[in-house]
């Protein structure tokens, strides 16, 4: 059986641990959880020699000792592994009980030297993880390999609720732990990658997020009522390729630093913050992978009950309030009237411009009022609100590419559910939605062009210090699916040549749709 070995830094020390492929990968966690000596509910990070976060799993490629890995408990009790209590307690009594009976017998009775011996067996035990895992802490010795483990019976397939609550215990057990402040700073940036967070992790972070713009004291939430909140946010996505909770993770995270880098705190007030961050949470809540154009064509019950009028998003502002409208779940509930007014407005504005079918307009009217803007003017704030929630909706590409590609991906597999059911019901299919039709560069490149660049320029002229995190990367992005998208014409031009007689059309097919079509979040 093929074999790799990663070498790893942990606490000051040079690591190694070997495992080939019919490993799973909670046996590779185990035994980086042992390495570390941390807990079952500690997140562990491993991260590359550049400083990226790698997938702790068996695909975890080999390295050399001189290219080690960096292994981190990125979220801890700061409570360190040590001998239970009871055991310190025991021995100290068994050798005050040797003492006395040496100063009375003068020697150490038979009885009294089995139990010390018991005990040190004892603790010899507790220096495996063998013995520890079924105390729940955890301790290793720094040679221990992974191929030593036989992998363990796969476990029967959980439900979809079971996966739910599941969760819900992680994260309930996770909540306590203390996040490195290198996390907390990397999660302020526009290159966190998501990917290598779980969900009971990306809910520890999204605590993280309202615990460090204060909103917990400022508004009297309650931690337990925020943890209720955010599961049911959880709860409440589905399990679609693009329109997932890993989706509004992103988009919150974003959102969040957004935030931080325009020193947005102190420009305006913190209940329009909340409103900004509880709004990217909320802002897909229960999308069900097919878009407005979608709904209205198919006549769905959405778009029945909104008359056609961004069914989507106007379903993602009900499911939230009905969220919130659950005592345990209502983290606005010790706000007055006219604060729970205020968010509520705001939030219903911030998730409808979300619909792409309003992008221009929207647009248009950030740039009207660009020249004159000020932030103490209340409809210029509700327009950036706006505009803040937008780019951070559509910001994959923004990010390094290792993180954005993958986003790519999810959203054609949707785009082609979409049109495949469209092709099967007889309604109209969007050219950039065909599998048949667009290719993964193309449906890039005029996006990009026509609805990011001008976006993001708007935003960069308000704020200049985000050219270098979100323009100019979306720049870069354009350049890399351009260049793709060249090759591949010259590819099927080549093979259009080479064919005799010719006649084939080949390429892709025609300009895209209108923009406002091209991208439904």
């Not at 069914?311 to 939230?320: K, R, S, T």
């Not at 059911?421 to 996006?447: C, H, Y």
């Not at 064919?499 to 895209?512: K, L, N």
Request: glycine share 4%.
């Amino acid at each position: 059986m093929t074999t790799r070995i990663v070498h790893f830094m942990v606490n000051g020390m040079l690591e190694q641990a070997e495992f080939g492929a019919d490993c799973s990968a909670a046996d590779v966690k185990d035994v980086f959880r042992a390495a570390a000596e941390a807990g079952p509910h500690h997140i562990l990070k491993m991260y590359s020699m550049n400083g990226s976060v790698l997938n702790i799993s068996p695909r975890l490629e080999a390295n050399s000792r001189d290219s080690y890995y960096r292994l981190e408990v990125v979220g801890s009790d700061l409570k360190s592994v040590g001998m239970p209590n009871e055991l310190d307690t025991m021995e100290h009594r068994l050798n005050h009980l040797e003492s006395k009976v040496m100063e009375d017998v003068g020697k150490t009775p038979d009885v009294v030297c089995e139990l010390k011996s018991q005990v040190e067996s004892f603790k010899r035990k507790l220096e495996s993880v063998k013995h520890l895992s079924w105390m729940g802490l955890f301790k290793e010795d720094s040679d221990h390999q992974l191929s030593n483990l036989s992998p363990k019976p796969k476990s029967s397939q959980l439900s979809a609720q079971e996966q739910r609550q599941q969760v819900r215990r992680k994260f309930l057990n996770m909540s306590s732990l203390h996040v490195t402040e290198e996390v907390r700073e990397h999660l302020k940036t526009p290159i966190f990658d998501n990917w290598q967070w779980e969900e009971a992790e990306m809910l520890v972070l999204l605590q993280v997020m309202f615990i460090d713009l204060d909103f917990l004291m400022a508004f009297h939430i309650q931690l337990d009522v925020l943890q209720n909140f955010l599961f049911e946010v959880y709860r409440h996505y589905n399990n679609i390729p693009f329109h997932n909770f890993r989706h509004c993770f992103c988009v919150t995270q974003m959102l969040y630093g957004l935030i931080w880098l325009t020193d947005l705190r102190s420009k305006i007030s913190r209940i329009d913050l909340l409103i900004m961050l509880t709004s990217a949470l909320c802002h897909d809540l229960d999308h069900p992978g097919y878009n407005n154009v979608y709904q209205i064509n198919a006549q769905t019950d959405l778009a029945l009950r909104y008359n056609d009028i961004s069914p989507l998003e106007n379903h993602h502002c009900a499911v939230a309030f009905g969220i919130m409208s659950k005592p345990e779940c209502n983290i606005l509930k010790n706000l007055s009237s006219d604060q729970y007014k205020h968010i509520r407005g705001g939030m219903i504005r911030c998730i409808l411009a979300t619909d792409m079918a309003r992008h221009n307009d929207i647009l248009n009217k950030f740039r009207s009022i660009q020249p004159v803007f000020s932030f103490t003017n209340k409809e210029h704030k509700e327009v950036l609100m706006n505009i803040m929630v937008k780019v951070s909706d559509i910001s994959n590409e923004a990010r390094p590419m290792a993180v954005a590609e993958p986003w790519l991906d999810c959203l054609l597999q949707e785009f082609f559910n979409q049109s495949d059911t469209e092709k099967l019901k007889g309604l109209p299919v969007a050219p950039f939605m065909d599998r048949d039709k667009v290719s993964r560069p193309s449906s890039q490149t005029s996006f990009i062009r026509f609805v990011l660049l001008p976006l993001f320029t708007e935003l960069t002229k308000l704020f200049p210090c985000l050219e270098k995190h979100i323009l100019e990367p979306v720049r870069r992005a354009l350049e890399y699916y351009s260049d793709l998208e060249r090759a591949s014409k010259q590819e099927q031009e080549g093979r259009r040549r080479s064919t005799a007689g010719g006649g084939g059309e080949g390429g892709i097919g025609g300009a895209q749709q209108e923009v406002e079509e091209e991208k439904e979040v």
